[in-house]
């Protein structure tokens, strides 16, 4: 596939990533706690589809297995958000379908499958166990995430999270710069303030917005942080 449109397609799914965190980002920062929304997760859900499909064209192992990893922690936060039932029973068979999808084709496929993604000789091993490492603790963010909800019985992003976030930003970053990937490389390094700052909202309980000193743009900011559900 052409590189180009691989990159394409690779950068469109972080802005959609970038996305979902600057807009829980806004809504924490406008309430003066870290919150949950709901479009966090339907726009992971989207973007990790694109991901996948990233990883298979840039035949990047480490990439694969972390979106396979979350996808379904995904689903079940928009569960206990009681907001999975609610969307099209279309949607949702898509949704669950995709990873089943993208594994049939690595199995059957012929240029792109797991020999050819295990076999990148693009990739250095030590490099290789960088990304995965990187992935692996960037992931378990979400399964720490999923645990801490199911035993709190609702959706939520407790600081662990985003110290983990932090951590595994980092080494995804120095692998990004040895691959040369420059979708990984940008993304992760515009996440790391947000990961910083979340972590900072929930020990201070205090908000860049409220310290705005002009109140129609307080009032424009409460706006736009009320649709955010």
Known sequence: MNTYLVYVLGFLAQFLYFGRTILQWFKSEHEGE????????KISLLASILMLFYGIFRNDFAILLGQAIVYFIYVRNLQLKKAWKPMHPLVR???????????T???????????????????????????IA????FTFRFIYQWIHS????????PVEFWMISTTGALIIFVYAIFRRDPVLFLSNGLGLFIYLRN??????KSSLITRIDNEALRNFSKKISDKIR
């Open 34 to 41: 870290v919150i949950s929304p709901v479009v966090y997760w």
């Open 93 to 103: 068979a898509l949704v669950l379908a995709a990873p089943f999808a993208v594994l």
């Open 105 to 131: 084709g690595l199995v059957t496929g012929t240029t792109y499958n797991f020999k050819s993604i295990l076999g990148n000789r693009d990739v250095a091993l030590w490099l290789m166990v960088l990304g």
């Open 134 to 137: 990187g992935q692996l603790v």
């Open 150 to 157: 199911e035993k709190e019985k609702e959706s939520l992003l």
């Open 199 to 204: 972590i900072l909202i929930h020990y201070s």
